[in-house]
């Protein structure tokens, strides 16, 4: 005869063992002076780009390495590597996010202990990389002009998990009907902590202030004096 | 989309739990979820069912409670829930004002489950 039917406390956070391995991969980067940072957006919003003109700037100060999370092609590690940066792709295997332990693989393969920045370009999309912690010190997005200013009311989570949000492709603000006042309103009231850049990785244009916050966080992270 | 990965987190919980508690099989498992993650309640038991498949929670029903959008005003500090993702087209309830921060509405839960 079956037992009776009994309920069972379970109170586990769901993605706990994600959580769990993201914490430990956060302080043994600490503890090796490798700052980890994770940046997603929509495919298509310039990530690749925002990268290569971070390591134009940031390149000389900085070890950087790069950790590439496009789903089927190389195209992306390709044309990071040709900047003459260690650059490792990610398999997924097809899964539209990247989470803690891919990114533990990826960080042996690339040799993280000699490096001072790893950047994780994450699957190109707005909704599953929110959900997965990888680990990372920041978590960085773009949004740029072309997708939108209604975007934080479509994807709210991913507004709330990021620490830094650079609006890109500000070149299309004069061609679009992209309300910068009340997309920036509708960011903070998601997130009031978030730091946020407007500029054009294409141009140039508000490069520095995006480039200059992101030395300070890295050399406070390391201990040492901004350049 | 990421139903899968997520499901398959919580069938590991679910079946480290019932073979702490002895139990033969599992009937139903209550999850609580903020209204933030897009979560499709559908696929998520259509990747569970698939997953628990030959298991002690083959079979088990998922109960989702949702969890909603909390925020908060920030002039009469009143808390108040809404629809996420109308909350550019509202005011406080309380004294109207329209700035306010989101507090809460990513929960991500295993409450319980019901086991013999």
Known sequence: MMSEIRVIEVKEEILGDNRR??????????????????????????KTTLIARTIESLGQRYRIGVLEADI?????????????????????????????FMVKNALDAIGASALDIVIIENVGN?????????????????????????????????????DALVVNKTDYLGMSDFDMPAFRQRVLKLNRGMAIFELSAKTGRGL???????????????????? | ??????????????????????????????LRVGLLSDLEPEWMQRYFDHLSAGTVAEGAKLVVEWAPAVFVCLKCSNRFEL?????????CPSCGERDFRLVSGREYHIVDMEAQ
């Open chain 1, 21 to 46: 391995e993201a914490d430990g991969l956060r302080e043994s980067l600490r503890a090796g002076g490798t700052f980890l940072l994770n940046l997603m957006s929509s495919p298509g919003a310039g």
């Open chain 1, 126 to 162: 707005l909704v599953c990389p929110a959900e997965f912690d990888t680990g990372a010190h920041m978590n960085a997005m773009i949004l740029s002009v072309p997708e939108g200013d209604d975007k934080p009311l479509k994807y709210p989570l991913m507004f709330t998990v990021c």
């Open chain 1, 208 to 227: 520095d202030a995006w480039t200059g916050w992101l030395d300070g966080a890295v050399s406070s992270f390391l201990g040492r004096p901004a350049g």
């Open chain 1, 72 to 100: 089927e092609s190389t195209v992306d590690a390709e044309r990071i590597s040709a900047l003459g940066v260690p650059a490792v792709q990610i398999r997924t295997g097809g899964f539209c996010h990247v989470d803690a």
């Open chain 2, 1 to 30: 989309m990421h139903e899968l990965p997520v499901m398959q987190s919580v069938l590991v919980v679910v079946l480290r739990h019932a073979s702490l508690h002895r139990v033969g099989r599992v009937h139903s498992i209550r």
């Open chain 2, 83 to 91: 629809d996420h993702k109308r909350f550019d087209e509202v005011a």
